[in-house]
């Protein structure tokens, strides 16, 4: 039983601090900056590549508008480019510029041609026929720094402090398909309210979770979980119960790798891309009247996988085994490996760094994930029929803003002592 809840406990904790995997796309790969994008699909049309038009504000950092059914303006860094669907001509300050193929409708997307749109906002497009891959680059700064260095600025920025909060909610959309049809017993959608307390120095986490489901019929209702982590033991109180109390399974080894890495803003934005995190500038914002600088980041799912294969190595050392003849550790090396294989993720997140203080005040989340549960069948149960086996796809979709405030201030951690010791 205790290897069963460290083994959840694990997942969930290494979910939650590290992003998601993106989709793998078909087609023409895409490069930016030398970084491959996954999570794109492109498509060629009469010999031209076309993208839609949400995934290239996504890896440029551009806004879209949608001002009429047939329209959409591109704006980035003070350039505005408006297009129409089916017409190759497109406005840009003023003047009447020829795209090579016009915007065209494809279901719930609109594609535009990615040579010409991205060579107006000022990437340098390379074609390779051997690899069928497109290269975007450009050199993006702001004030004179590019993304990484404005990150590695926050990062030292908020150390500096060593203490925050972070307070927010996620929309978190379910749907679910058994054999290919959609399960209108699903509860639909929830709200996660998150509150968290973050400690550098002595390392501290506190996170409290409230899920409220949308449907007033699900039985659950609402839900409360809290955890509390420090660099010896992690405690969970689920709901209806106590505290619990366990040993942390990361090795000290481990912490203070992470703390080494954490310490330095250069060696933690270098191993944001040893996970494949690749980052680019949105449009300054001003919200409050306050103003941000805007960085996007999205991420490469083989570089993630073998970076988070990596540290679940380490984790798995060291959770409790319940018997001598069992095996947790290989136990969670299948896990994993299952839900790699099983699991689509299109992960995306914005912060918004405050000019002033170059600290993150906000981050917005996006995340759509995919899965597939092979269900078996059960036998007959007194008064009821047999259920055949099914294999079940789940749709999730998980939106969400967080704000982080409180720099500074006084760490306040829960009492903890009625903990009783999990078994």
């Known amino acids: 039983m205790k290897g069963k809840l460290y083994l959840a406990l694990c997942v969930s904790i290494l979910a939650m601090l590290l992003a998601a995997l993106p989709a793998a796309a078909d087609g023409p790969g895409l490069s930016v900056n030398s970084d491959p994008v996954k999570m794109v699909k492109l ?3 009469n010999d031209i590549v076309m993208i839609a038009a949400d995934d290239y504000a996504r890896i440029a950092g551009a806004d ?3 001002p009429a059914e047939d329209k959409l303006t591109i ?11 089916g017409q190759t001509a497109a406005q840009l300050a003023g003047q009447t510029l020829t795209a090579p193929g016009a915007p065209e409708k494809s ?15 000022g990437y340098d497009v390379g074609w390779d026929d051997r690899q069928q891959l497109v290269s975007l680059a450009r050199k993006e700064v702001r004030d004179g720094m590019s993304p990484e260095e404005l990150l590695a600025k926050s990062t030292k920025a908020c150390q500096e402090f060593n203490t925050y909060t972070m307070e927010g909610d996620l929309d978190i959309q379910m749907e679910a398909y058994a054999d290919g049809k959609k399960n209108e017993e699903m509860p639909g959608g929830f709200t996660s309210s998150l509150y968290g307390q973050y400690q550098n120095d002595p390392f ?8 409220k489901p949308e449907s007033p019929d699900f039985p659950l209702g609402e839900t409360v979980v809290e955890t509390y982590m420090t660099q010896e033991n992690m405690y969970i109180k689920m709901p209806g119960q106590e505290w619990s109390k366990m040993d942390m399974p990361f090795s000290p080894e481990f912490f203070k790798q992470q703390q080494d890495i954490q310490s330095d803003p250069l060696k933690a934005v270098a191993q944001m891309k040893e996970f494949g995190i690749t980052l680019n500038f949105g449009n300054n914002e001003k919200i409050d009247n306050q103003e941000y600088y805007v960085v996007n980041a999205a991420m490469d799912m083989d570089k993630f996988k073998e970076s988070y294969r990596k540290i679940m190595e380490q984790v798995i050392q060291n959770v409790p085994g319940e018997t001598e003849s069992q095996d947790p550790g290989q136990e969670m090396q299948n896990f994993m490996q299952s839900m790699f294989e099983k699991m689509k993720f299109d992960c995306y997140y914005t912060s918004y760094i405050n000019k002033n203080t170059l600290v993150c005040d906000i981050v917005k989340f996006d995340m759509k994930m995919n899965f597939d549960l092979d269900l078996p069948g059960q036998e007959a149960a007194e008064g009821d029929s047999a259920k055949p086996a099914q294999k079940v796809e789940m749709v999730v979709t998980s939106r969400g803003d967080f704000n982080i405030r409180d720099c500074g201030e006084p760490f306040s951690a829960p009492d ?3 903990a009783s010791q999990a078994n």
């Open 43 to 45: 498509e060629l049309k």
């Open 75 to 85: 704006e980035e860094d003070g350039k505005s480019l408006e297009m129409t669907i």
């Open 416 to 418: 903890i002592s009625g």
């Open 64 to 66: 879209i508008k949608y």
């Open 107 to 121: 279901g719930d997307r609109v594609l535009i041609p990615l040579r010409f749109v991205a060579g107006i906002f």
């Open 204 to 211: 501290a986490v506190y996170m409290k979770q409230t899920i």
